[in-house]
């Protein structure tokens, strides 16, 4: 789209004296209204033709500006709080890894108040959007450098690959990665990340270590349990839905005793028929207001396994008029049954 400078030449008088006596705008403003009430005296066949014509070129000229964008998307959780946001630049993830063990290793009084302000170009955006640009990433690559999940909180950091899908790390390990990448300030950025993905070999966390474990500001008491719903058997696992009636971000240290969302948590303690004794964690499930669901697990004590084992022993008399003791010698029973069988069981 070309345009054409019209110059027009009037006496400084002239224009002190407009500028006096205007009610409203500016002489430069008032000659573009009157350009635009020329334009349109002109003929209608020739306005439509030209109006469209400037259409479609600023049409053309925005996708190809849309399509020569560079960006990453991230998900930060810090503090309680998450955020979902595009970053206006060209991120990779030695970079953004960078930019992160600087954030946490300067003193607060240097640096910003969460990790979103190291971007400077950065916008929020929806959690659905976030979700339509990692699809972006892994089926369309171009426009989208980078998608992160960085939770600071639980000192995780996701980045995700378009060939291996999600990969899973410790912030400590990036960070450490990150160091010996930038370490010498005359190496070339090729041999950087050559360095940093090779610090990053046997790394990335396994299905048990990408866990994540709930922990707030205490633990639980007598007076927070008590079941709902039917007792279910999953093996060798008797599964008891908890009622949420306490406080659970104190315990959990989740963010759901708000009115900010709709979050809840759906949570299940087991018995272990096999060990014969209350599993070692809960299960805790957050179901998202806004759609979608996270597991997470709750690393019980010794002292919250035994105040879960009365409640267990109380809740499965009352649903199944039968003793945990009773439900596990019909458990081992049945196991023994079909190993005498020749049935397959799985230990």
């Known amino acids: 789209m070309t345009q054409r400078e019209i110059t027009l030449w009037v006496d400084e008088r002239w224009c002190k004296a407009l500028e006096k006596h205007l009610l409203d705008g500016t002489v430069t403003e008032k000659l573009e209204e009157h350009i635009d009430e020329l334009v349109n005296k002109l003929p209608e066949n020739v306005y439509e033709r030209i109006s469209s014509e400037i259409w479609q070129e600023r049409e053309q000229a925005r996708i190809e500006a849309e399509a020569a964008r560079r960006f990453a998307v991230l998900h930060v959780t810090e503090d309680g709080n998450s955020t979902y946001f595009i970053a206006e630049e060209n991120l990779e993830m030695l970079q953004v890894a960078a930019r992160l063990r600087s954030y946490t290793r300067k003193p607060p009084e240097n640096s910003p108040a969460r990790f979103t302000g190291m971007f400077s170009r950065g916008e929020k955006i929806s959690r659905e959007q976030f979700d339509a640009y990692v699809t972006e990433r892994l089926y369309t690559p171009g426009r989208v450098t980078g998608a992160f999940n960085i939770d600071l909180d639980k000192g995780r950091f996701d980045t995700l690959h378009i060939t291996d899908g999600w990969q899973h790390f410790r912030i400590q390990d990036v960070s450490t990665a990150a160091y010996y990448a930038m370490k010498k300030s005359h190496t070339v950025w090729g041999e950087r990340e050559y360095i940093f993905h090779s610090r990053l070999e046997g790394k990335q966390l396994t299905n048990e270590d990408r866990s994540i474990y709930l922990t707030g500001a205490r633990t639980l008491r007598a007076e927070d349990i008590s079941f709902a719903e ?24 989740t963010h759901v005793c708000t009115t900010e969302n709709d979050d809840y948590l759906n949570v299940y303690a087991n018995y272990d028929m096999d060990k014969q004794q209350v599993a070692d964690t809960l299960e805790v499930y957050l179901v998202r207001g806004s759609g979608g669901e996270q597991d997470y697990k709750y690393r019980l004590t010794d002292a919250e396994k035994e105040l879960l084992l009365p409640r267990m022993e109380e809740y499965c008399q009352q649903k199944w008029g039968q003793s945990l003791d009773e439900c596990c010698e019909q458990y081992l029973s049945e196991q023994q049954q079909k190993q005498q069988s020749g049935g397959m069981v799985l230990a």
């Open 230 to 253: 039917d007792i279910v058997q999953n093996e060798n696992m008797l599964e008891f839905y908890m009622e949420v009636c306490f406080n659970a971000d104190k315990v959990f240290g």
